[in-house]
């Protein structure tokens, strides 16, 4: 017994061949054998996946991107990395520093030392700014300088903590050269999305063994890793990114969205991580020999468009899908001043 509902998982299926074929529209130059895309919907409370598309034509192509391809989830990280900072308290109120910085990779002689300099994708800078507008608006230096006022030992510890496997001991992690799979960054978003509950994935809800009489029950998995009211927090920020931020195509009429972009180095690979008050989307696209999808071809352009696609077209299929998320506040104790 599957979780599939399936015309949800045909909604998915045109919404992945409607946005490969925008896609190309944009950049005529794309070669149509190697751009593919994935796309993964699940039940965030349950884990159930009700949608999984792994590529744009399953005839021409087997392999399952969503599951089988690692890609660098590029900004898709950020949120996670914004929580290790509240949760170490900070608040989306804190300034931080929106400045460049240049990083000397040592060489084993100072002729090969090499010079890293991140910039942001507006290639400008803005000073202080909030936490909150730094992830709103996805600002690499400034994320850079968070993840250097925190610690990188912690920013490792903490990503650790929330799933992610061998976390190498490099800057460049808060940009997002981690790789990923579709269904891992899926059940990992699932902290945001189920308010600090992690889920595990299941595609298989329970299996008939007739000639053993016997029935194997497949049931919901669930870890909780940080409070309610905290996770609530990124939540209320990743409201925004979709809002008023680099999220802004993946905006829905009549429902709140909440969901990051990701982009990575030259373009390659363009992501938009999304969820509702009941359901959890991720989408994928990118060329399947990792060449670059071309100038400004971001998560934001590419994939978010996609998103509201398929959710603009989802609302009409389950019309009883929750509209509004639940605001989590929690009381702060009476500051006592003793006189």
Sequence with gaps: ?????????????????????????????????????????????????????????????????????????????KPFVYQI??????????????????FKIKGDTPQEDKFWKPKNYERNT???????????????????????????????EGLEDFGFKNVPPNLSIVLGSIGESVWQLSEKYTIFSNYGVKTKLRLVSK????????????????EEIEPDYQAYLIIDILKDVVKKGTGKNAKVEG????????????????????FTPDTQTIIWFGNDDSSSLGKSMSGGRVSAPAFRYFYTKLLKIHPELKRKFKAITTELPPQVIYF
């Design 126 to 156: 803005l000073g202080l700014i909030t936490l909150r507008e730094a992830l709103i608006h996805s600002r690499n230096l400034a994320t850079i300088n968070l993840a250097l006022a925190i610690g990188l030992n912690k920013i490792i």
């Design 85 to 102: 900072a509240l949760n170490l308290g900070y608040s989306p109120a804190t300034l931080i520093p929106d400045i460049s910085r240049t």
């Design 207 to 222: 299996l008939t063994i007739r000639k053993e009489n016997l029935l194997v029950v497949f049931e919901e998995k669930h």
């Design 1 to 77: 017994y599957l979780t599939i509902d399936l015309p949800t998982q045909k909604l998915a299926e045109e919404a992945v061949k409607w946005n490969y074929e925008r896609i190309l529209k944009m950049n005529k130059n794309l070669d149509p054998e190697k751009l593919n895309g994935a796309l993964i919907t699940i039940n965030q409370k349950t884990g159930d996946v009700l949608a999984l598309v792994g590529g744009v034509n399953y005839k021409e192509s087997k392999f399952n991107r969503a599951t089988q391809a690692i890609r660098s989830i590029g900004s898709a990280i």
């Design 255 to 274: 429902i709140e969205i909440a969901g990051k972009t990701g982009t990575t180095n030259k373009y390659v690979d363009a992501w938009f991580a999304g």
